[in-house]
C-alpha cells in the first residue's frame, strides 16, 4: 500500500512508524523546512502510552519529561514538551527504509480520489498517485478543507484565547510550574522547561462582546497586531506580567491560539481520512488531543493492517471510526462551567478558586485515593484492540 501522510506532527509520524512494520511505503510531507522545536506540555495519557511502549520509545520519553513537577501536582509523569515528543516520533522513524519524509513540501491540490487511487499535485507541481491520502495537517487542514464540505465540519469555540512563547530562565524564577491569577477572567503561567528556559503562557475569556471581537479580529491578523492587544489587556495585570510582554518581541515561537473543537460528521470519505486534531481537535482543555492522536494513528494502521493486497481502504476506515469515535467523543466533553471556573473575572471568585484548588490538591495527595483511582493499566476507558502485526513489541531507539 502507498500512503501519503500530509503533517509530521504528532499523528502523521505515529502512523507512520506502524503502517512501515505492514510492508507500506509511506510519504510524509510537513509544511516546515525543519521540525519545530515549539509548543507547550502535553500529556500521554491512557492507551495512548501503551503505543509509546509499543513503539519501545518509553525510555525516551521519560528522559524528556518536563520539570515543575512533584508527587502531589497534576502534572502527569508523562508529560513532555509537544515538540521535544515530535522530535522523538521523527527520530524513530526517518532512517526506516518503508518511510520518506519530504519537508518543506505541501499538497497543493489533491487531483482525484477514487476507485484506483487518490492522485494529488505537490507544491512544486509534482503529480503523485496513492493508494490512501491521510490529513494529519491539524486543526486548520488544508487537505481537509479540499475534500470535505464545510458543512460536514463543526466548529465549538471555548470563548478562550491561549497565547504562549519561550523567554530565557532567570536564577530567581520558580523551579515550580507557577499559576497566577490576574483577575479579569486572565491567567498568567511559568513553567521551567528541559532546555534550560521558561515558557510563558497568557490566557483570557473575554468578559464582554466588545473585547470578544477585539480577540476575533486579532485571530486573524499578524503577530504586531496580537501583540498590541495583549500589552493593552494584560499591562494592569501585575506579578511578572510586564517581564513577559517585554519578552514577546525577541520570541522565535510566539503563538496565538483560539480554542475551538474540530467535530467532523464522518472522518474519512473514499482514499482520504482525517486523524487526530485535523478529525477531532479537543482543545487543550481536555489535556487529550496528544493522546487521541497517538492512540486514533495506532487503530488506524491497526484496520488498514488487516487489508488484502490491493483492497479498497473503506472497510478500514470505517473499522477505523466505528471503534475509535465513541472514545473520542466522549473525551471531547468538558465539564459544564469550564473553562470559565478557571478563569475567575472578581476577586472573591479568584479566593474561592483558590480554596477549591488548595482542597483538591491535598486530596489527591491521600496514598490510598490514588492507589484507589490509578489506571495502572493505561487504558483509561479506550483498551487498545490487538493486531497480530503489531503483537511484537520491538524497540525503535
Known amino acids: 500500500m502507498r500512503v501519503l501522510i500530509s503533517g509530521a506532527g504528532i499523528a502523521g509520524p505515529t502512523l507512520a512508524w506502524f503502517l512501515a512494520k505492514t510492508g507500506a511505503r509511506i510519504t510524509v510531507v510537513e509544511k516546515s523546512h525543519t521540525l519545530l522545536p515549539h509548543g507547550q506540555n502535553v500529556d500521554i495519557q491512557g492507551s495512548a502510552l501503551s503505543v509509546i511502549i509499543k513503539m519501545g520509545l518509553l525510555e525516551q520519553v521519560r528522559r524528556a519529561y518536563t520539570t515543575g513537577r512533584d508527587s502531589t501536582s497534576f502534572t502527569s509523569e508523562f508529560e513532555i514538551l509537544r515538540g521535544d515528543l515530535a522530535a522523538i516520533l521523527h ?24 476507485a484506483d487511487n487518490v492522485r494529488v499535485i505537490l507544491g512544486d507541481g509534482e503529480v503523485q498517485e496513492f493508494d490512501l491520502l491521510v490529513a494529519a495537517d491539524g486543526q486548520w487542514s488544508k487537505v481537509r478543507r479540499q475534500i470535505f464540505p464545510p458543512e460536514s465540519v463543526t466548529v465549538v469555540p471555548l470563548g ?69 492587544l495583549l500589552r493593552e489587556e494584560f499591562a494592569d495585570a501585575g506579578w511578572q506580567a510586564e517581564r513577559l510582554l517585554n519578552s514577546m518581541d525577541k520570541a522565535p515561537d510566539f503563538y496565538f491560539h483560539v480554542l475551538e473543537q474540530i467535530k467532523m460528521a464522518k472522518w474519512s470519505t473514499s482514499r482520504v481520512v482525517c486523524i487526530g486534531d485535523t478529525a477531532h481537535a479537543p ?115
Not at 476577586?347 to 474561592?352: A, E, G, Q, T, Y
Request: hydrophobic content about 35%.
Open 283 to 397: 482543545t487543550p482543555c481536555t489535556g487529550m488531543g496528544t493522546s487521541l492522536a497517538l492512540s486514533g494513528a495506532y487503530v488506524l494502521a491497526g484496520e488498514l493492517s488487516k487489508l488484502k493486497r490491493n483492497e479498497h481502504p473503506l472497510r478500514a476506515l470505517e473499522a477505523y471510526e466505528n471503534i475509535y469515535r465513541p472514545f473520542v467523543e466522549e473525551m471531547q466533553k468538558i465539564p459544564r462551567g469550564f473553562p470559565g471556573l478557571a478563569h475567575p473575572e472578581t476577586l472573591w471568585k479568584r479566593w474561592l478558586f483558590h480554596r477549591c484548588i488548595s482542597a483538591v490538591s491535598k486530596v489527591v495527595a491521600i496514598p490510598w485515593i490514588v492507589s484507589r483511582f490509578g489506571d495502572e493499566t493505561h487504558d483509561q476507558g479506550f483498551p487498545l484492540p490487538q493486531y497480530s502485526t503489531f503483537d511484537q513489541e520491538i524497540s525503535c531507539g
Open 160 to 228: 478562550m484565547y491561549v497565547v504562549y512563547w519561550t523567554i530565557p530562565r532567570m536564577p530567581d524564577d520558580s523551579g515550580w510550574w507557577d499559576v497566577y491569577l490576574a483577575g479579569g477572567s486572565r491567567i498568567i503561567t511559568l513553567r521551567p522547561d528541559p532546555h534550560g528556559t521558561t515558557r510563558a503562557m497568557f490566557t483570557i475569556m473575554p468578559c464582554n462582546d466588545a473585547q470578544e471581537k477585539a480577540w476575533i479580529d486579532a485571530a486573524k491578523n499578524g503577530r504586531a497586531v496580537q501583540q498590541d
Open 91 to 114: 527520530g524513530a522513524t526517518k532512517d526506516h527504509p518503508n518511510i520518506n519524509y519530504m519537508l518543506g513540501t505541501t499538497i497543493k491540490e489533491v487531483r482525484s480520489s477514487d
